[in-house]
């Protein structure tokens, strides 16, 4: 593919839509016609048959996309003109423009959108049809071309703006329907698609025009993707989509703000309802995953991942529930592949503590870019979660000796509390407090240290924290 800039508009060209912009010149150089180059591509014995063909497929080729250009630049410039980014991409048969942002757009900005675009292939059509009109009896090469350029168009607009899914008429009836009849309108919608795609198909087979019953064919295939989208809850977007979009957006919400329980709340309760559709259950149950992975509950989360369907889950989440239920022979490979899908320093350290945690700690340290105080704390983290406190504790220390600060230390000396070995928590905390630590009140109120409330010399090192401070 190759890109460029027209103006402010991103345009890409795959090579894909330059083959099929050749078999769609090749189709309109079979149609006769009188003079040149009728008379030559229609003599294979002619000297000059090899040269004009070649000539004439690359003229087609060009028309072919700048035919596509104007269509989709009518588009892209209405989309300027309300304040988006447009890009153009020639491909397939045709073109898109991608306008970013369009859903938010009211409906019947929407549909002047989609207008715009067979309106200005119909122009540069009619400029086409001017110039044949002129040449008409005077050049025929121009008018051959010319000619054609202007029925292409013409019967193209037509074609585009039926009620056809994937057509820019299948878009404007989804976008009235749907105005008109709410959720059930893009349904309807798509009915309509169907008939006239049947009608359609019909019409090409009695008229043998195999290129228009591989396109319908083409939108049919959408038509019914689109249907069955529908009964998943998945279409249409914006405004008019399924009720219940909106509770699942509204969890997600809340699971990005840290509210755990009040997203897994409304996450609960669209699993527990008949009337979730398939698509919108499987987005809760993926959120219900997250959750119980951020509070330590790896068989919960796997639990949730695997009523998952028609949704891929990330790699690093599955890792990470086989981590919390102690499975790191399972776990090992998927934090190895998540590490290399997403290069993410996060996950490329998590993958370093599941290896400390399987005692593959050469490995761990033969990790490209890895810190191993951070591949330490990962391992400590999930360690505490499991409750297995002496080897967190243990993990640790190991954080402090590569990293010594007071956050290291004083995690230890947590886990060795829970553990039961306040004397190696009280050796953890001396050497917190000596790298830094100083926060009195959150040691004395902390939940994992109170086991070591009532001893002398817990309070005596409190109260150092206090003289420091």
Not at 312 to 338: K, M, N, Y
Request: hydrophobic share 50%; aromatic share 10%.
């Amino acid at each position: 593919m190759f890109r460029f800039r027209f103006g402010p508009i991103p345009v890409e060209v795959q090579f894909g839509h330059l083959l099929l912009s050749a078999f769609i010149g090749y189709s309109f150089m079979s149609v006769p016609s009188p003079g040149w180059p009728g008379d030559v591509l229609g003599d294979t014995s002619h000297p000059r048959h090899a040269l004009t063909f070649g000539v004439v497929l690359a003229v087609w080729m060009v028309l072919v996309s700048l035919s596509v250009f104007a269509h989709e630049l009518g588009h892209a410039v209405v989309a300027r003109i309300y304040g988006l980014k447009p890009s153009i991409h020639f491909v397939g048969l045709g073109g898109a423009t991608y306008e970013p942002g369009i859903p938010l757009l009211e409906w019947w900005r929407q549909v002047l959108l989609t207008l715009a675009g067979p309106a200005a292939g119909l122009l540069f059509g009619v400029a086409f049809g001017l110039v044949a009109l002129l040449s008409h009896g005077h050049t025929s090469g121009l008018y051959y071309f010319a000619f054609g350029i202007f029925y292409a168009n013409l019967a193209w607009t037509v074609l585009n703006l039926l009620p056809i899914s994937s057509f820019d008429g299948g878009r404007i009836t989804e976008l009235v329907l749907t105005r008109a009849f709410g959720r059930n309108g893009f349904l309807f919608a798509q009915l309509v698609a169907l008939a006239f795609s049947i009608g359609l198909l019909v019409l090409a087979f009695v008229a043998a025009m195999p290129l228009l019953g591989i396109v319908v064919l083409m939108m049919s295939a959408r038509t019914i993707s689109n249907l069955t989208a529908w009964q998943r809850g998945e279409l249409p977007e914006g405004p008019m989509a399924h009720p219940l979009t909106a509770v699942v957006e509204r969890a997600e919400a809340l699971y990005r703000e840290r509210q755990l329980d009040e997203a897994g709340a409304l996450a609960r309760g669209l699993v527990d309802a008949p009337q979730t559709p398939a698509l919108l259950r499987s987005r809760a149950h993926v959120l219900l995953g997250w959750v119980a992975l951020k509070q330590g509950q790896g068989r919960k989360a796997l639990d949730h991942f695997s009523q998952v369907q028609g949704l891929v889950l990330p790699t690093h989440a599955l890792a990470a529930a086989f981590s919390l239920i102690g499975d790191e022979t399972r776990a090992l490979p998927l934090w190895a592949q998540a590490a290399q899908q997403d290069q993410d320093e996060t996950i490329l350290h998590e993958y370093a503590g599941a290896l400390l945690r399987a005692g593959k700690e050469a490995e761990a340290r033969a990790l490209p870019g890895v810190r191993m105080a951070r591949a330490w704390a990962a391992a400590e983290r999930v360690l505490y979660l499991r409750k297995e406190y002496v080897q967190a504790a243990s993990a640790a220390e190991a954080a402090f000796r590569e990293e010594p600060t007071a956050t290291h230390a004083y995690t230890a000396a947590c886990a060795w509390a829970l553990a039961g070995r306040a004397d190696d928590a009280l050796r953890m905390l001396t050497l917190a407090s000596q790298n830094g630590f100083a926060d009195a009140d959150e040691a004395a109120t902390d939940a994992d240290l109170k086991s070591l409330r009532a001893r002398p010399d817990f309070q005596a090192w409190l109260g150092s924290l206090g003289a420091r401070a």
